[in-house]
Nanobody
Framework: VQLQASGGGLVQAGGSLRLSCAAS????????MNWYRQAPGKQRELVAL???????DYEDSVKGRFTISRDNGAKMVSLQMNSLRPEDTAVYYC?????????WGQGTLVTVSS
């Protein structure tokens, strides 16, 4: 499985961005998908997850602002980010786990200016 993230960029505070992650390989629909982020000087943190059945969960600071979704037919997972804040600035990574092993996309940079 390979993951390819896209959609990052520079946006003003209060703006929106949509991140996408395309997966290769088979059985995409059977696995949970996650979005992580890593801000400068900080540890990577889980931002949002979506289970194989579509159940979602979010880190507290993004609840009500970010929405994770998946398209199993297209083997895509997306993260809609609204009401962005400067503290959302980070490299965002899509992630899944197969056979106990983490698989990471290459990361896409989101910069939110104040």
């Amino acid at each position: 499985v390979q993951l390819q993230a896209s959609g990052g960029g520079l946006v003003q505070a209060g703006g929106s961005l949509r991140l996408s992650c395309a997966a290769s390989g088979s059985n995409f629909r059977y696995y949970a998908m996650n979005w992580y982020r890593q801000a400068p000087g900080k540890q990577r943190e889980l931002v949002a997850l979506i289970s194989s059945s579509g159940v979602t969960d979010y880190e507290d600071s993004v609840k009500g602002r970010f929405t994770i979704s998946r398209d199993n037919g297209a083997k895509m997972v997306s993260l809609q980010m609204n009401s962005l804040r400067p503290e959302d600035t980070a490299v965002y990574y899509c992630n899944t786990r197969r056979g106990g092993q983490d698989i990471w996309g290459q990361g896409t940079l989101v910069t939110v200016s104040s």
